[in-house]
Every structure is written in structure tokens, then in C-alpha cells.
């Protein structure tokens, strides 16, 4: 069974940072060669798609609204994967999941207030 658990939100001001986490078990991120994203539900709207990254050739995609302020990326022996978000807005505000394959964790609150 997979178990994706995310962790590094917070409150933070406009046009701040902050840096995601997601360990996951259960599958091995050296052997794995599909689908890795992150989502993001705001309240009182639908799931949308933030970034993904393909792993069997490391192809990166973005929602145009983050494009040049979000990372996303990998670490395979550390089974991570990790999403930068810099020049935060108010609009960023959500729940934020990340999604392996099938898999999806908990989420983790990110707040861009001042």
C-alpha cells in the first residue's frame, strides 16, 4: 500500500515562499516511471491541477497560473517529492495534495495573507 504524507504549509505573506514536502512509502521513486503531481483544492472550489512531473522522462508541466513561480521536482533516495512556491498570492491558497499514480495524501494548508 502506498502512503503519501505532505507537510511544509503555513501562513505566509504575499510574495513570500514556502517548500511542500511529500515522503512517500510503499513505492520506490528510483523504480517508479509514472505520474507524480501536485493539486490544490481552495476553499469552496473544485480539485485543480497545480504540476506534474512524468518520471520515466522527467517531463515537467505547470498550470499556466504558476508557471516561473512553482518547482516541481524529486528526490529519489530520499523518496520525495517537493514543490517550491515563490512570489505567493492570495489566489495560491488551498489544500494542497500531492498525487502518485493513483495515490493522493492528507493535504497540507497553505495561507497567503497578509
Known amino acids: 500500500e502506498v502512503n503519501l504524507v505532505e507537510s511544509g504549509g503555513g501562513l505566509v505573506q504575499p510574495g513570500g515562499s514556502l517548500r511542500l514536502s511529500c515522503v512517500a512509502s510503499?513505492?520506490?521513486?528510483?523504480?517508479?516511471?509514472?505520474?507524480m503531481s501536485w493539486v490544490r483544492q481552495a476553499p469552496g472550489k473544485g480539485r485543480e491541477w497545480v504540476a506534474s512531473?512524468?518520471?520515466?522522462?522527467?517531463?515537467?508541466t505547470y498550470k499556466d497560473s504558476v508557471k516561473g513561480r512553482f518547482t516541481i521536482s524529486r528526490d529519489n533516495a530520499e523518496n520525495t517529492l517537493y514543490l517550491q512556491m515563490n512570489g505567493l498570492k492570495a489566489d495560491d491558497t488551498a489544500v494542497y495534495y500531492c498525487?502518485?499514480?493513483?495515490?493522493r495524501g492528507q493535504g497540507t494548508q497553505v495561507t497567503v495573507s497578509s
Open positions: 510503499g513505492v520506490s521513486f528510483s523504480r517508479y516511471k509514472s505520474s
Open positions: 498525487e502518485v499514480g493513483r495515490w
Open positions: 512531473l512524468f518520471a520515466g522522462d522527467d517531463t515537467i
